[in-house]
């Protein structure tokens, strides 16, 4: 007789299921994630920028002009905008497309659900001559498309940056600090709630750093790793036509790739093909704008405020010095390090720390490749700046907190900062340091906002006075309170109750969790061959 073997099924309870070591810290570490998330949503999405500014409406108005009049010039949005060009008639952006063209469907989708809402350019005060206002319906939709292209994407870049530092080190509460001190101790924080391309830029070339690090850093050749190095290559080349100075981290990441790739042709090969949509993009834009494909907005800047004259030489594309780009000069390395004026390190002191950190991070013989593309990007990002000319256009960002050029390349600064753990001095330093930077932005994004290009010294004239005297810029708790009087400081107290909710929830899960030394090393992702 034929006996059919019995399989036994074992039913395992949920609540052992769960109770296992593994789940249970993946669970906390999604707790915590989830709680540092809303954190950084809270603080990007409180405030609400008022004030009219160039930069951010000429990114706005193509995507206005697109969904409202089925064309990317400006005409209609022109009148009082300084960042604007002009080419046989018609006006356009002068900046790069890329963050205008996403903008795009994000306004469509909001004039389908709003239908009332409508975009308008900048409106003329009545009893103040020759000056200019945006009208509320424009702020709110403003704040909206700022809030899902740049401020939500700004905040999961801090937690893949935290997940990344935990890869890196193995230590959760140090990596959570780290993480935290990018997202609200630099100027991520002020770039984050305002439509500029730069934060953008960051989260894109650190997402497609990631990509490489995780999918393609010494992987065994498959069509995943070529998938990875296209992602790559997508992420870095939009990033590109939003910014076009990025073209130089986006080639460090690609020197990278070929540094850490095991069949490196093929994967650079893919990283390349990643690149070309982005490129095409820009190209079919500016033929269709410019009549070449290689010209752009910044050729034909039309603006008392910017010197430049571009000459043409190659497709449209001009020689670096018909843009302004000129040898740095010490002066203007010290002005965007240290300067009064626009010095990275003296709104974010906490950033001096990436010169022990690289010392520390150097001793990690598996980071090589890395230490070398956090080194290049940091160096080649201030010479770029430095170079720069000395209009509003400049070295200086025009108004701006310190120079906002600099953003994307923030992320790759803190990642050789976690690792000077090790020392107690180094430790306190991070901590005190840290604090400084937070303190030093929430008070420049809560009461001051980006600094005058004519105030050579704003962090003693427009950001101590500001704060201390109570003028409290516009956030939703005030927005919402007009009818009962209520601002200043008053307007902020809710912000510090949910925030201190989050914070002490995820103390607690800190606390519940394995205890694990800051110098704790555990192996990256797999090791160059």
């Not at 790793?225 to 790559?232: K, M, R, T």
């Not at 095409?280 to 834009?285: D, P, Q, T």
């Not at 256009?393 to 310190?402: D, E, F, R, T």
Request: hydrophobic share 50%.
């Amino acid at each position: 007789m034929h006996v059919h073997p019995m399989v036994h099924r074992v039913n395992i309870p949920y609540h052992l299921l769960m109770s296992h070591p593994e789940n249970s810290e993946r669970n906390r570490r999604e707790s915590i994630g989830l709680a540092f998330f809303w954190l950084v949503v809270l603080a990007y999405g409180f405030f609400v920028p008022s004030i009219l500014s160039w930069n951010t409406e000429s990114h706005l108005y193509p995507a206005f002009a697109a969904v409202d009049h089925g064309t990317m010039r400006i005409d209609a949005y022109e009148k009082g905008l300084g960042d604007k060009s002009y080419w046989q008639g018609h006006y356009y952006t002068d900046k790069a497309p890329g963050l205008s063209f996403l903008a795009i469907p994000v306004y469509a989708a909001m004039r389908v659900a709003f239908p009332k809402v409508k975009a308008s350019g900048f409106h003329l005060y009545k009893h103040i001559k020759n000056y200019y206002y945006i009208p509320d319906s424009v702020k709110f939709l403003r704040y909206a498309i700022t809030y899902l292209l740049v401020s939500l994407p700004s905040a999961a870049l801090a937690v893949l940056l935290w997940l990344f530092l935990i890869r890196l080190t193995g230590n959760v509460g140090w990596s959570l600090a780290v993480a935290a001190i990018y997202a609200l101790g630099t100027i991520a924080y002020v770039y984050s709630i305002w439509f500029f391309s730069h934060q953008l830029c960051a989260v894109l070339l650190f997402a497609s750093f990631l990509l490489l690090f995780y999918r393609v850093r010494g992987q065994p050749p498959s069509r995943g790793v070529l998938l990875g190095a296209a992602g790559a290559g997508l992420l870095a080349g939009y990033s590109v036509i939003s910014e076009y100075p990025t073209i130089i981290i986006a080639g460090l990441l690609g020197l990278y790739l070929l540094v850490v790739a095991r069949r490196k042709l093929m994967t650079a090969a893919a990283f390349i093909i990643g690149m070309l949509p982005a490129a095409a993009l820009n190209i079919g834009y500016n033929l269709a704008s410019f009549g070449k494909p290689l010209a752009n907005g910044y050729n034909y800047v039309h603006s008392l405020a910017y010197h430049t004259h571009v000459h043409p030489v190659f497709l449209g594309l001009g020689s670096p010095a018909s843009y302004g780009i000129q040898a740095p000069s010490l002066n203007t390395l010290y002005q965007i390090t240290l300067g009064a004026y626009r010095g990275l390190f003296l709104i974010n002191p906490v950033l001096l720390l990436f010169i022990p950190g690289l010392y520390f991070m150097w001793k990690r013989r598996d980071l090589r490749a890395e230490w070398w593309l956090c080194l290049l990007v940091v160096l080649l990002y201030f010479l770029l700046d430095a170079s720069r000319p000395p209009d509003t256009n400049g070295w200086s960002g025009g108004s701006s907190v310190a120079s906002r050029h600099l953003t994307p390349m923030v992320p790759f600064m803190i990642v050789p900062i976690i690792f000077g753990l090790r020392s107690q001095t180094y430790r306190v330093a991070l901590a005190v340091l840290g604090a400084m930077s937070i303190a030093l932005m929430f008070m420049t994004v809560s009461s001051t906002y980006l600094f005058p290009y004519t105030d050579h010294n704003p962090i003693v004239n427009e950001v101590f006075p500001s704060f201390f005297g109570g003028q409290i810029e516009q956030n939703w708790v005030f927005l919402w309170s007009a009818n009962y009087g209520l601002d200043g400081f008053a307007t902020l107290l809710p912000f510090f109750a949910v925030a201190l909710i989050l914070i002490g929830w995820m103390v607690r899960l800190l606390a519940a969790g394995p205890k694990r030394s800051a110098t704790a090393r555990p192996a990256v992702p797999s090791e160059v061959s």
